[in-house]
């Protein structure tokens, strides 16, 4: 894993999300076409970092989460 690598999963992430407008990890996972929850992870610190991501409990269910692009896309 570098930089490289999690950058460009980060991008699929993005897209996923600009698509999709809200998702789940599984759901996220699927649609970014990652191979693993490490990748998503991954990806999600680095768009977090950039402050361009939303990470709320989901209300349905307090064990998942769910992920969305911040209004600065």
Excluded at 35 to 58: C, D, H, P, S
């Amino acid at each position: 894993m570098n930089t490289e690598a999690i950058g460009a999963w980060a991008g699929q992430v993005w897209q996923a999300l600009n698509e999709a407008d809200v998702l789940g990890l599984k759901q996220l996972k699927k649609m970014a076409k990652l191979k693993n929850e490490k990748e998503v992870f991954a990806a999600i610190g680095w768009l977090a970092r950039e402050g361009k991501i939303v990470i709320q409990t989901n209300p349905e269910d307090e064990k998942d989460l769910l992920f969305s692009l911040s209004g600065d896309k």
